[in-house]
């Protein structure tokens, strides 16, 4: 079945962001439905959202994901608008008039908070923020971070969290061949932080990161991987749940955790500590209203009613001294004009991928969500194909049933009206020039890429 | 992965009913939604589960259709008139998804109400629980493949 049999004018998708989530749902829809165009948009110049801005610089093998997107990309039926963003240069009504669906892939662009006093201290600061600053966001490249203290606390043990740790603690001689922004590149330098401590809620066997991050953790040259035996040991609840599930990647991650804490220290330069059993209850003030430390309560784990382990606190409470503060303990998504939102999840109201009013839950026609916007921050990269293909299904059902925006621009009125919304808008063809540019400039500093982290620097570089 | 990412895709609608709803009624609304459980509320509080399998246990009860389903339900809490009854087992947005489908499997239940201090804020099932896992388990591997695959170039 594919949407435009009988002739016609193709249908036209636009798709809003440019990350996993839209890259797969085009890659589907393109397969599903051979006729279909879609322009894609990104408010950003550059294509590949978390995987350019979120996936660690020392992690570059997982980028490779985006070889993949740029085929699709690169397909005669794909547009690429970046540089144009929905709600600022492009309107719902815009949508409605010259496409048939819509997708919103907007991924999840704040953080959670941890409700705690003294979070909106000085020092304390998003994890998310830290991220798309070392890998050049260009919202984010002009922050600075208090690095002049010797202790840093991460607060989560999520694989947000250990590449916050783990980007702390490596030597600025291994930074150096990555493609971290030159500003963090620079501040990370000169950083005085030699401790930095993880602190899960958890025990060891509900920790979110996996063996081969712990690994490397641990592997990291100059650095001791720090972790106190008694909280390395299994309660009876993880205990019994390790058991129960024999799973062996579980097994392998808390074997590894209990040997690294058996390890003792060799006096390296820098210490990662990892902490288990401990849940902030405050970010202490200096008195110059600047974070001095974290004040954490001991947990032990009890079972909720439905099964899962969960911290509560023993009455044992102390403090970690800590100049800088960085929770990790979730992305949340942030609503679009004229789209329902749900406050409780963070994502808009949809029923698997279709957009759905909120008081009724009936689904809106011609609106559609894919990725974390869709069902909030979760599993990995590969998660988003899952989780877009089910929405291309219901794009193509609807299509079929004629329940669409009712768009009708033809490929040469949608490029006017961007054209004329915003005039410097980039192409992928664009794109492609600036990823040139930048790996050639990583070349000479024998990393994979010098990244742009300004939208003037690239339109600048591109003769806008 | 936790309840609330599975929720999340579910739109806002919850099916409930009130306690006094006679069996019929629901039967009705079981089959117009298409759902095999309605959540029995006082307001926004669930007070029981009426699922399909209530019923059918209680098929041979002479004037079944007429009773109200709070005389069926799995009530929440202990104390039930029967005795026999099960109680109803409610999750929160934080609960973890592999423990409460585990928690499911080990004691033969297929729907969960989900619940923010105190009110109703979704219901998943089985269904809903091992397609997220699934989903999930998929995803991790597609993406280890992909980096296995990746050549060793750096970027």
Known sequence: MTVAEGGGAPPRVAIIGAGPAAFYAAEHLLQRAPATEIDIFDRLPVPFGLVRYGVAPDHQKIKSVTKGYTSVALDPRVRFFGNVGYGEHLTLDDLRRCYAQALFATGAQTDRRMGIPGEDLAGSEPATAFVAW?????????????????????????????????????????????????????????????????????GPAQAAFTTPELKELSELR????????????????????????????????????????????????????????????????????????????????????????????????????????????????????????????????????????????????????????KRGPSGVIGTNKRDAQETVECMLEDAAAGRTLGGRCDRDEALAMVACRQPPHVTFEDWQRLDELERAAGMARGAPRVKFTSVEAMLAALGR | MKLLHVLATKGPMLHTCAPGTPVREAVERLRTADVGALVVVDGDRPLGIISERDIVRRIDRGDLLGTPVEALMTAVGAGAADGRRRQLVCGTAEDDVERVLDTMIANHFRHLPVVQDGALVGIVTTGDLARALIDSLRGSVETLEAQVMADDDRG
């Open chain 1, 222 to 373: 100059d650095v001791d991987l720090i972790i106190d035996p008694a909280e390395a040991a299994l309660d009876p609840l993880s205990r019994a749940e390790v058991e129960r599930a024999d799973d062996p990647v579980l097994r392998r991650k808390v074997e590894l955790i209990q040997a690294l804490s058996r390890r003792p220290p060799a006096g390296r330069p820098r210490r990662l500590y990892l902490h288990f059993f401990m849940s902030p209850v405050e970010l202490v003030d200096d008195g110059a209203g600047h974070v001095r430390a974290i004040r954490l309560a001991r947990t032990h784990l009890v079972e909720s009613e439905a099964g899962t382990p969960i911290a509560e606190p023993t009455g044992e409470v102390f403090e970690i001294a800590a100049g800088l503060v960085f929770r990790s303990v979730g992305y949340r998504g942030v609503p679009l004009p004229g789209l329902p939102f749900d406050e409780r999840w963070g994502v808009i109201t949809n029923g698997g991928g279709r957009v759905t009013a909120a008081e009724t839950g009936e689904p809106v026609p011609g609106l559609y969500v894919a990725g974390w916007i």
């Open chain 1, 134 to 202: 070392y890998n050049g966001h260009p919202l984010y490249a002009d922050r600075t971070f208090y690095l002049s203290h010797e202790a840093v606390a991460v607060v989560g043990v999520g694989n947000v969290a250990i590449d916050v740790a783990r980007m702390l603690s490596v030597s600025p001689e291994r930074l150096a061949r990555t493609d971290t922004a030159a500003g963090a590149l620079e501040a990370l330098g000169r950083s005085a932080v030699r401790e930095v401590h993880v602190l899960g809620r958890r």
